[in-house]
């Protein structure tokens, strides 16, 4: 499957444990991309990252959360100390380089905080 | 003023006719715009992409894009059931960070 992979498909946490999320860019991609959806909310931009730099974080939370995409492995949301708030679907995005270019997205982490 | 603003619908069209879905956005530094198709539960699929003043045409998708309005929308020729989607507009944002702004989405109901 040469597609944007995102593991897991499914999270659930307790409030107050942390949740990480990783997403593979498709094949010959080296651009990432962030999204969140809240239930019955548009998509919202969260990070724009490249290999070993963040580019553009503007819409991550000031706290609690974090994002990487070191140079060998995946790149990984973490959201430490869960709040029920953090539910949503979080979509990992793609591209092949410069930012005018399309973006492919994953199937999703759905993140469910108990 | 919402950064891109669609009508949430529902749309209804009945089978075989056009839809159109539209969207209006408020930077004027945008360059890059994005149609994508997401179903209940579902990411969002890339459906069409244009960059320039003018109609892109692919399959039974046109896509018409205005700059000097701020306006951006996609066609439907020969509307399915399966057709029958939430449709996002994206639009590259400001300074062409690779950040893309959404719409709400337009919900297409296509009826047999």
């Known amino acids: 499957n040469a597609g944007v992979m995102q593991n897991p498909r499914h999270l659930v946490r307790r409030r107050g444990q942390e949740a990480r999320l990783r997403c593979s860019p498709m094949?010959?991609?080296?651009?990432v991309y962030w999204y969140r959806q809240l239930p019955e909310e548009g998509l919202k931009f969260m990070v724009y990252?490249?290999?070993?730099?963040?580019?553009?974080e503007s819409g991550m939370p000031k706290e609690r959360f974090s994002a990487e995409f070191p140079k060998e492995g995946p790149s990984i949301l973490r959201i430490q100390q869960v709040v029920r708030g953090d539910s949503a679907a979080y979509f990992c995005?793609?591209?092949?380089?410069?930012?005018?270019?399309?973006?492919?997205f994953g199937d999703g982490t759905r993140l469910s905080i108990l | 003023q919402k950064e891109v603003e669609q009508n949430s619908g529902p749309l209804s069209v009945p089978e075989g006719a056009i839809a159109s879905l539209n969207c209006t956005y408020s930077?004027?530094?945008?360059?890059?715009f994005f149609w994508y198709r997401q179903y209940s539960g579902k990411s969002p699929e890339l459906i069409m992409f244009?960059?320039?003043?003018g109609d892109k045409e692919d399959g039974r998708f046109t896509a018409q894009l205005n700059k000097a309005s701020q306006y951006v929308s996609l066609l439907i020729r020969d509307s399915q059931p399966s057709d029958s989607a939430t449709y996002l507009c994206a639009v590259n944002g400001y300074s062409n960070t690779g950040k893309l702004i959404f719409g709400q989405g337009t919900t297409l109901q296509v009826k047999p």
């Open positions: 995005a793609s591209s092949p380089g410069s930012e005018n270019q399309p973006q492919h």
């Open positions: 930077d004027r530094g945008s360059q890059s």
């Open positions: 990252l490249q290999k070993e730099n963040i580019i553009d």
């Open positions: 094949k010959g991609h080296s651009h």
């Open positions: 244009i960059y320039s003043n």
